[in-house]
């Protein structure tokens, strides 16, 4: 049994076999190449709780179905609901989940807590987003990048804004897949240098770069997220906005990048904040593709914890 709790804390040849079993998986189902795999359901009679502390759209909907076309059923539970948000430990929560479900994806806020439920569990758990790092959302963005431009190793990334949870699980790939990041946005909002330093340690080049049209020169991929993400005070939004206003990815910003740098943004987005409509529904941008592989990356992500 594996658990698939964050990108550095998973084996590099794991995470690669992932990738590509993710673009098999979605050739199948489009009927393109090894169809096999699809009419494997590998879920076949295996129950998925799926956990929301926070809400979502694409993480609980992608987990759904992607569970159902593997064959299996799903329960979707509120944090709020269960016990878990009136006093029952996470480690008794875990201890009893196991008795009745075959895997447990989760997204909350404290990444004490998936941890906490990953150790007491004896089922797979999957991180579904914690309010420090995001790791199937960037197997999708993998998964998407190499499809539209080939090996996603040595190219570089520009992540624009706010160095949050979903740029740690950038920093984490950057490391494992062997990929060079260059973050730029105010220093009140840097990624968690110890990341940083992880990514380093492991031979990509991450450089801060405090103004964004340097920042983007000979870029292959820029990125942007919220600048209030859910974990966030919302009393903090007019100053988190203030500092984030010259990092908007926008035409001026593609442009300095170069016309075959792609773009990329986990959603939901907030447009004309920290990408404009322009940018957004431009040809640069390949979003729709990135959500959609949301689904065929965290089926890969599945069998992965399956087969331990
Ligand atoms: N990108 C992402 O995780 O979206 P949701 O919050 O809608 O699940
Ligand atoms: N950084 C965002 C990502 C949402 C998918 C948040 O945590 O709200």
């Not at 040595?154 to 984490?172: E, Q, T």
Request: charged share 25%.
């Amino acid at each position: 049994m594996n658990h698939f709790l964050d990108i550095h804390k998973t084996d590099k040849d794991a995470l690669r076999a992932i990738i590509d079993s993710a673009a098999d998986i979605k050739n199948a189902r489009a009927g393109k190449a090894k169809a096999a795999l699809d009419a494997e359901l590998p879920l076949k009679d295996r129950m998925v709780a799926l956990i929301f502390e926070k809400p979502s759209t694409r993480t609980r909907t992608s987990f759904d179905v992607g569970v159902r076309q593997m064959g299996g059923q799903t329960m979707v539970l509120s944090g709020a609901d269960m016990q878990l948000g009136h006093g029952e430990t996470i480690a008794d929560t875990a201890r009893v989940m196991s008795r009745y479900v075959d895997m447990i994806m989760i997204r909350t806020f404290d990444e004490a807590v998936l941890e906490e439920l990953a150790e007491y569990a004896s089922v797979p758990v999957i991180n579904g987003l914690t309010d420090r790092t995001h790791p199937c959302q960037i197997m999708a963005d993998i998964l998407t990048y190499e499809e539209h431009r080939g090996p996603i190793k040595g190219k570089k990334v520009v992540w624009c804004g706010d160095g949050n949870n979903v740029c740690a699980s950038f920093l984490h790939a950057a490391g494992q897949f062997g990929f060079d990041l260059t973050f730029t946005g105010p220093v009140q909002l840097d990624p968690e240098m110890e990341f940083v330093g992880l990514a380093r340690s492991q031979g990509s080049t991450i450089n801060i770069e405090r103004d964004p049209f340097k920042a983007v020169e000979g870029a292959d991929l820029i990125v942007a997220d919220t600048w209030v993400s859910m974990h966030d005070a919302q009393s903090a939004k007019e100053r988190r906005h203030n500092m984030l206003r010259p990092y908007q990815v926008n035409a001026d910003l593609m442009a300095a990048a170069g016309k075959d740098a792609l773009f990329m943004h986990c959603l939901p987005a907030h447009r004309e904040e920290e990408v404009t409509s322009e940018v957004m529904d431009g040809p640069q941008s390949v979003i729709w593709d990135e959500a959609e592989n949301r689904l065929h990356a965290q089926k890969a992500v599945m069998k992965y914890c399956l087969e331990g």
